[in-house]
Structures are given as C-alpha cells and as structure tokens.
C-alpha cells in the first residue's frame, strides 16, 4: 500500500522561504514520477511541480522561479524547496505518486500572511 506523509508547512511572511518534505513507502521509488499540488481554501487542487524518475522537472507558471521540487532516492523522499512566498501561496500541499492516484497523504499546511 501506498503512503505518503508530508511535513514542513507552517506560517511564513511574504518572501519568506519553506521547504516541504514527502516521505514515500510501498512502492520501489526511484521508478515512479513524483508530483506536487496544491488545494486553496475554495478551490480546486492543482498541480505545482513534478518530477521524473529521471530527474527532469516541470513547474506550474506560477511558481516557476520560486519553487524547487527535488527527490532524494536513497531516502524515498521529495522536497519542494519554496522561496520567495506570496500570500497566494497559501494552499494545503499534498505529495502525489501519479502512477497510483487514488493515494494521497493528509497534506501540509502552508501560511503565507504577515
């Protein structure tokens, strides 16, 4: 089975930085693609970053510039290094396996607010 826990949201100024973590079990990590979205409060998820088995990276145009996202394969984990926050940051940030999307963790909150 799949599982995926999230860490590293919290509150946070505008400008300010925040790196999340997805820790992945239940499946051979290092195959799969790796993705992160975003909910706001009365809105419809969406895709923030993702990340290949081979490393190759895509960002939503909104945070391209800002975001990181990054894997670390010995660790099953993987990170969304944010920079530069703005208020319309503030979203709950889940990490997605999008070969199994049925499996979804309980997310992490991040604040951006002053």
């Known amino acids: 089975q799949v599982q995926l826990v999230e860490s590293g949201g919290g509150l946070v100024q505008p400008g300010g930085s925040l790196r999340l973590s997805c820790a992945v079990s239940g499946i051979i990590f290092s195959r799969y693609q790796m993705k992160w979205y975003r909910q706001a409060p009365g809105k419809q998820r969406e895709l923030v970053a993702s990340?290949?088995?081979?490393?190759?990276?895509n960002y939503a145009d909104s945070v391209k510039g800002r975001f990181t996202i990054s894997r670390d394969n010995a660790n099953n984990t993987v990170d969304l290094q944010m920079n530069s926050l703005d208020p319309e940051d503030t979203a709950v940030y889940y990490c997605?396996?999008?070969?199994?999307?049925?499996?979804w963790g309980q997310g992490t909150q991040v604040t951006v607010s002053s």
């Open positions: 997605n396996v999008p070969f199994y999307p049925d499996y």
């Open positions: 990340i290949t088995s081979r490393f190759t990276t």
